[in-house]
């Protein structure tokens, strides 16, 4: 399996942006898909954002079109989640995953690693 460390979590007002970033160690990510889900206090975890190997594919979860990207840097072994005009209703911790797969999946089963988070509070 591969590493996850995600960073780049923290406190923004309402409108905001954030980078996110998911460092891999162990195995290289080019032979992954990635995703970025969250989780917020009593909710489930949800997908936010997923891309293929190569990054020439993206999907978003409908609500987040327009706002948030994802994108990678399989020389860097990194992936990233961009999060423009950030709102109250985002708060959660983000977490990374990678699927051990070419073609980038919506489903937390198909993500065999998983970061340990990052936190991302955004103030109204």
């Known amino acids: 399996q591969v590493q996850l460390v995600e960073s780049g979590g923290g406190l923004v007002q309402t409108g905001g942006s954030l980078r996110l970033s998911c460092a891999a160690s162990?195995?290289?990510?080019?032979?992954?898909?990635m995703g970025w889900f969250r989780q917020a206090p009593g909710k489930e975890r949800e997908f936010v954002a997923g891309?293929?190997?190569?990054?020439?594919?993206?999907y978003y979860a409908d609500s987040l079109k327009g706002r948030f990207f994802i994108s990678r840097d399989n020389a860097k072994n990194t992936a990233y989640l961009q999060m423009n005009n950030l709102k109250p209703e985002d708060t959660a911790v983000y977490y990374c995953?990678?699927?051990?797969?070419?073609?980038?999946?919506?489903?937390?089963?198909?993500?065999?690693?998983w970061g340990q988070g990052t936190q991302v509070t955004v103030s109204s």
């Open positions: 995953a990678a699927d051990p797969a070419y073609w980038l999946t919506t489903l937390r089963a198909d993500y065999a690693s």
């Open positions: 891309i293929n190997w190569s990054g020439a594919s993206t």
């Open positions: 162990g195995r290289t990510l080019s032979r992954h898909a």
